[in-house]
């Protein structure tokens, strides 16, 4: 699931280090865990084709351990050891993004994490997996944080609405690149 994020969310874009590539996917998905109260995954046979995470208000979490948290904080630590500030401001500017969305609108969930395995794309495994959640969870408000080195386009397609849109400069690079933080949310 790490190298599915690794890839469709090109996290090779904020380091040259494969191992701080491999760190910050795995922390990312390790965070999505801990923090998530569904988990819908999508395989074929015993291949993992894809997961979508979320969490919704009122929910008990999965049933995490207190190693998964460990585990998760330490990567979490790790990731402040080789990351620049980039970081820091792209979960910035998405709070503050989350912050004024919150003011207007009364939400219930975030999806945390929907990756797909790259390797398979285009076979309707993603719209597959955001369907069942759909089902699940019909009526709910969630949001979702995208970025433009992301697949945004699929929430676009599929009936999110764009509430902002802020670039600020892509984290890890220092050639000038600009990024653009997406908040989508949706009933679903």
């Known amino acids: 699931m790490a190298e599915f994020s690794?890839?469709?969310?090109?996290?090779d874009r904020y380091t040259n280090s494969k191992?701080?590539?491999?760190?910050?996917?795995?922390?990312?998905?390790?965070?999505?865990?801990i923090n998530a109260t569904t988990a819908i995954a999508a395989y074929d046979g015993d291949v993992l084709?894809?997961?979508?995470?979320?969490?919704?208000?009122?929910?008990?979490?999965?049933?995490?351990?207190?190693?998964?948290?460990?585990?998760?904080?330490?990567?979490q630590y790790m990731?402040?050891?080789?990351?620049?500030?980039?970081?820091?401001?792209?979960?910035?500017?998405n709070q503050a993004m989350?912050?004024?969305?919150?003011a207007k609108t009364n939400l219930d969930g975030e999806v945390l994490l929907f990756a797909v395995?790259?390797?398979?794309?285009?076979?309707?495994?993603?719209?597959k997996l955001l369907n069942e959640l759909e089902r699940k969870y019909s009526g709910k408000r969630v949001y979702l944080f995208s970025d433009s080195n992301c697949s945004y386009q699929f929430y676009q397609h599929r009936g999110f609405h764009q509430n902002n849109a802020?670039?600020?400069?892509?984290?890890?690079r220092v050639d000038g690149s600009k990024l653009t933080c997406f908040l989508f949310d949706k009933q679903l």
């Open 98 to 102: 989350l912050k004024e969305l919150k």
């Open 19 to 33: 191992f701080t590539e491999s760190l910050y996917s795995k922390y990312f998905v390790w965070d999505a865990y």
């Open 117 to 127: 395995n790259p390797d398979i794309k285009n076979k309707g495994i993603g719209t």
């Open 49 to 75: 084709c894809g997961v979508i995470m979320a969490k919704f208000d009122n929910e008990l979490m999965i049933d995490q351990k207190v190693v998964d948290k460990v585990h998760a904080s330490s990567l």
């Open 166 to 172: 802020i670039r600020i400069p892509e984290p890890g």
């Open 6 to 11: 690794a890839v469709g969310m090109n996290f």
């Open 79 to 93: 990731m402040g050891l080789v990351f620049d500030q980039g970081i820091i401001t792209y979960d910035q500017v």
